[in-house]
């Protein structure tokens, strides 16, 4: 059975152009940090495609665990590139989520977890909608884990905001297309009108490395 996590991060992290690679490269490193820190469940390091941004998601049980993680290894040899590899280092404030609802699987045992790809949306709620969004979220559930293609997947809410976002992950680019064209965006883009501030950012994403524990 798949642990409890209701806490998470989601970090930008944009590299300085033409260290792109540099930094892909810490990245993968860092999975070893990831997988040592048993407050970690899960955590992928991804790369926004097309741009020289990239994106961390990680998730805990607790609000303890997760600031157990700021003062470890990982975090601090991440930042330890700032200057050298990073353009800017991430607004603690502005990278703390909720997790409303997830789906969470493996896909492989690798350095990836078998993973190669993913999603991130993000979208703003009209706020006399934010519950209703919070509600559409919990009850997509059941369409995620309807996905075969679809390996992991969370709902997300950034607290004190109206902003909200999924983030999902698959081992191949087929079954990314195919959620992307699935029910769940589907319904999120016929919401639009009535229930969001405007239409959701959406980004394609290259895993870089990733620890899935269950």
């Known amino acids: 059975m798949v642990r409890a996590v209701n806490f998470?991060?989601?970090?930008?992290v944009p590299a300085i152009p033409g260290q792109e690679e540099a930094l892909a490269k810490v990245?993968?490193?860092l999975q070893a940090k990831a997988v040592a820190e048993p407050e970690v469940y899960q955590w992928y390091a991804s790369?926004?495609?097309g741009t020289s941004e990239f994106v961390v998601l990680d998730t805990f049980s607790t609000t303890e665990e997760r600031e157990a993680h700021f003062k470890g290894a990982l975090p601090k040899t991440l930042l330890g590139h700032g200057g050298n590899l990073i353009a800017a280092a991430p607004n603690h404030a502005e990278i703390l989520?909720?997790?409303?609802?997830?789906?969470?699987?493996?896909?492989g045992d690798d350095v990836k977890t078998g993973l190669t790809t993913?999603?991130?949306?993000t979208f703003t709620a009209k706020?006399?909608?934010?519950e209703v969004v919070r509600k559409f979220l919990i009850d997509a559930l059941p369409l995620a884990e309807a996905e075969i293609g679809t390996i992991s997947w969370y709902a997300l809410h950034w607290p004190g905001t109206d902003k909200f976002g999924i983030m999902?992950?698959?081992s191949n680019d087929e079954a990314r297309e195919a959620h992307l064209s699935g029910p769940i965006a589907a319904a999120l883009v016929a919401s639009v009108e009535?229930?969001?501030?405007?239409?959701?950012?959406?980004?394609?994403?290259e895993v870089v490395s990733a620890k899935v524990d269950l």
């Open 168 to 170: 999902d992950f698959f």
């Open 118 to 121: 993913g999603v991130k949306a």
């Open 194 to 205: 009535e229930l969001l501030a405007g239409p959701p950012d959406i980004v394609k994403l």
């Open 127 to 130: 706020p006399e909608k934010k």
């Open 97 to 107: 989520t909720e997790i409303l609802a997830y789906k969470i699987n493996k896909a």
């Open 47 to 49: 790369k926004v495609i």
């Open 8 to 12: 998470g991060t989601v970090v930008p």
């Open 27 to 29: 990245f993968t490193e």
